[in-house]
């Protein structure tokens, strides 16, 4: 089984830019996640989809984030403009259905590292 | 507010045995998991309790106590690879599996 995949694995833009991550959920997957991970701590939840719909975005900062899961599938991430602060790691995660045996089990990608200068 | 508490860093030496302990505060409570992630890789699944005692899988255990609020982490038979970033993480809703993360506990075996 495919795990959750990427890309990029790495970015670097300088402050005020844009950029956008990009998340392919292991097949069958109804819920993804985004989080954002500081170095030195713990991943803190972005933005979670159930299908295509969000279930929570409570802190994500909509004045420059924005996310979008159009077909229920894969998902998009993107940052504009992008500040200092933004510097982290930026994880996808997804979870089988409410009825699987791996409910509570998150399987995250890789993630992607973003350096903003 | 929510806070998980863990050490920030432990040590051992390998074949030890180690404990990470984790308390929390949260609105909710439906279950506590674990994670492990190595420098520049993916959190990966460890373990999950939703109900009081301990839970055992291989060389790992987790425990978890609901009316204080604790669990702990149990690794044995320590092994260079087990060096790594170990967090703790409330599922705080009945819904959708929210996860709200602790600080994490960076491990380090040593030879």
């Known amino acids: 089984e495919a795990g959750v995949a990427q890309s990029p694995r790495y970015k670097i833009i300088e402050k005020r830019q844009s950029v956008a991550f990009w998340c392919n959920p292991i097949?069958?997957?109804?819920?993804l996640y985004w989080y954002q991970q500081i170095l030195g701590q713990g991943p803190k939840l972005l933005i979670q989809?159930?299908?295509?719909?969000?279930?929570?975005d409570s802190q994500l900062p909509k004045d420059r984030f924005s996310a979008e899961r159009l077909k229920g599938v894969d998902s998009t991430l993107k940052i504009q403009p992008a500040k200092l602060e933004d510097s982290a790691v930026y994880l996808c995660?997804?979870?089988?259905?409410?009825?699987?045996?791996?409910?509570?089990?998150?399987?995250f990608g890789a993630g992607t590292r973003l350096s903003v200068l | 507010g929510q806070s998980l508490e863990q050490p920030s860093e432990v040590t051992a030496v390998e074949g030890a045995i180690v404990q990470i302990n984790c308390t929390y505060q949260?609105?909710?409570?439906?279950?506590l998991s674990w994670y492990q992630q190595h420098d520049g890789g993916a959190p990966t699944f460890l373990s999950y309790?939703?109900?009081?005692g301990l839970e055992e899988t291989g060389r790992f255990s987790s425990f978890l106590s609901r009316s204080d609020s604790y669990g702990y982490l149990l690794l044995q038979e320590l092994q260079m690879k087990d060096s790594a970033s170990y967090f703790c993480?409330?599922?705080?809703?009945?819904?959708?599996?929210?996860?709200?993360f602790g600080t994490g506990t960076r491990l380090l075996v040593s030879p």
């Open positions: 995660a997804s979870t089988p259905s409410v009825g699987s045996s791996a409910k509570n089990i998150q399987y």
């Open positions: 097949s069958g997957h109804a819920t």
């Open positions: 989809f159930q299908n295509n719909g969000v279930v929570d």
């Open positions: 949260t609105s909710g409570f439906y279950g």
């Open positions: 309790n939703a109900l009081d």
């Open positions: 993480a409330v599922r705080d809703q009945g819904g959708f599996q929210k996860l709200v």
